[in-house]
């Protein structure tokens, strides 16, 4: 167990839908990554969060939101779902903005159909 | 429960020679795994995957060997340069809980490759 937890663990959803992801950090860290998974292209890294603040962004798609509450906790919101979303997505934490460790929850599994 | 375990957290090796990072896992269910390397400040970039159902997967400088029996798994650096330098993860892949499929991560090694 990493600490970091991830809701809900998988879902099913309908293209042109909208889900939220959320995810609550180790105690005490500060920092928090989404990832997305997919078997052909890895591991994308999505955004960063530190602090509540937007630190990096990475492969984020324009109709993927993310924020990080006073609570530490984040959610990750996809809008407009297509197929190819469907994927495992990832949060992890780590306790600064380096991320030279980086604690990963299990993932919560997207299926768009 | 550490299904997956990167017991040595750094591992240091000259310019030129062989990196070796290792892997053990306690999930005999895990039927794919993956190495990701990961540099400071940056996401994780996913390096190499092996099946289950192989014991050697090549890709240029990198290889990873499979030990099924010793659920050991062995990641390959040939030569080893400076650019390198990351924490390198490794992950198992379980096909059980229905269609969930879920990653389970090591802790990471830090490689620092010496000029």
């Known amino acids: 167990d990493s600490g970091v937890t991830q809701t809900p663990k998988h879902l099913i959803t309908a293209t042109g839908q909208r889900v939220t992801l959320r995810c609550s950090p180790r105690?005490?860290?500060?920092?928090v990554y989404w990832y997305q998974q997919s078997l052909d292209q890895g591991l994308q890294f999505l955004i960063q969060?530190?602090?509540?603040?937007?630190?990096a962004k990475g492969n984020i798609l324009e109709r993927f939101s993310a924020q990080q509450f006073p609570d530490l906790h984040s959610e990750l919101n996809l809008s407009s779902l297509e197929l190819g979303d469907s994927a495992l997505y990832f949060c992890?934490?780590?306790?600064?903005?380096?991320?030279?460790?980086?604690?990963f929850g299990e993932g919560s599994w997207l299926t768009v159909v | 429960d550490q299904q997956v375990k990167q017991n040595s957290p750094s591992l240091s090796v000259q310019e030129g020679r062989i990196s070796i990072l290792n892997c053990d896992y306690t999930?005999?269910?895990?039927?794919?795994f993956l190495w990701y390397k990961k540099y400071p400040a940056e996401g994780p970039t996913f390096l190499i995957s092996?099946?289950?159902?192989?014991d050697k997967n090549e890709d240029g400088r990198f290889t990873v060997f499979l030990n099924k029996s010793a659920k050991h798994l062995s990641l390959h650096i040939v030569p080893s340069q400076p650019g390198d330098s990351a924490v390198y993860f490794c992950?198992?892949?379980?096909?059980?809980?229905?269609?969930?499929?879920?990653?389970?991560f090591g802790s990471g090694t830090q490689l620092t490759v010496l000029p």
């Open positions: 992890a934490s780590s306790v600064d903005s380096s991320g030279n460790t980086i604690y």
């Open positions: 999930n005999s269910m895990f039927d794919y």
């Open positions: 105690s005490g860290d500060l920092s």
């Open positions: 969060y530190y602090n509540g603040e937007e630190r």
């Open positions: 992950a198992g892949l379980d096909p059980r809980s229905g269609s969930a499929r879920q990653l389970t």
């Open positions: 092996i099946s289950s159902i192989k």
